[in-house]
């Protein structure tokens, strides 16, 4: 069966620390991933998404990166946080491109600027 | 720019009632439409997935597509508390790797 880790589970950070979000997907190879944020609530903007190994699309510039540097890691960093950075994010998985294809969701990270 | 409206904000059911949710959309060039719950706490899980005009039943979930009218909607039978949560209605281009979302329906069954 696929499991998606994401870690960790929250974080408190203040305005201007670097920050690093990681995904693990297991049990299913090549998975196409993505990354979202969605404010305490709302609704959900993805961020980036992933179909291989090195590379990654950007789908909005909120001053984060990803990066995936291994077929079942995806990673969201930025070196400067900003207040507007709080909220959830979460990292999913497909089989195919998500047009017609679930998602498959992490429990998320909580992330608090302070 | 693809719009994605859901409508109530917020809707309260009594348990055993049945629940209408609804969702418009902006292009007419959509292809693929997708209805996920939230539970708090939790990631998005995807419910069920239309594509066609019409109707498509999944146990107690009836989703409802009309393109012409830019309309979707998802409609819950006999709602249990277990049902209560945040849902969206997600919405496809061809060929693409984006979904747009709406801004959510947020859910409360009462006993």
């Known amino acids: 069966a696929q499991t998606i880790h994401q870690w960790p589970v929250a974080e408190i950070k203040a305005v201007g620390s670097p920050l690093s979000l990681g995904c693990t997907i297991k049990g299913k190879s090549s998975p196409n991933l993505y990354w979202y944020w969605q404010a305490t609530g709302g609704t959900l903007q993805q961020l980036f998404y992933s179909i291989t190994v090195g590379q990654v699309e950007s789908v909005v510039q909120l001053n984060l990166s990803a990066s995936r540097p291994k077929d079942d890691q995806f990673i969201l960093s930025t070196e400067k946080l900003l207040l507007s950075h709080s909220g959830f994010y979460l990292c999913?998985?497909?089989?195919?491109?998500?047009?017609?294809?679930?998602?498959?969701f992490g429990h998320g990270t909580k992330l608090s600027v302070l | 720019q693809q719009k994605v409206q859901q409508s109530p904000e917020s809707l309260i059911v009594p348990e055993g009632g049945m629940a209408s949710l609804n969702c418009t959309f902006s292009?007419?060039?959509?292809?693929y439409f997708w209805w996920y719950r939230q539970h708090s706490g939790e990631g998005p899980k995807a419910l069920m997935s239309i594509f066609s005009n019409g109707d498509k039943k999944e146990g107690r979930f009836t989703a409802h597509l009309n393109k012409a009218s830019l309309y979707v909607s998802l409609h819950i039978k006999d709602s249990q508390p277990s049902d209560s949560a945040l849902y969206f209605c997600?919405?496809?281009?061809?060929?693409?790797?984006?979904?747009?979302w709406g801004s959510g329906t947020k859910l409360i069954i009462k006993p």
């Open positions: 292009d007419r060039n959509s292809q």
């Open positions: 997600a919405v496809s281009l061809d060929s693409n790797y984006q979904l747009i």
């Open positions: 999913a998985w497909s089989l195919i491109q998500i047009s017609n294809e679930r998602l498959f």
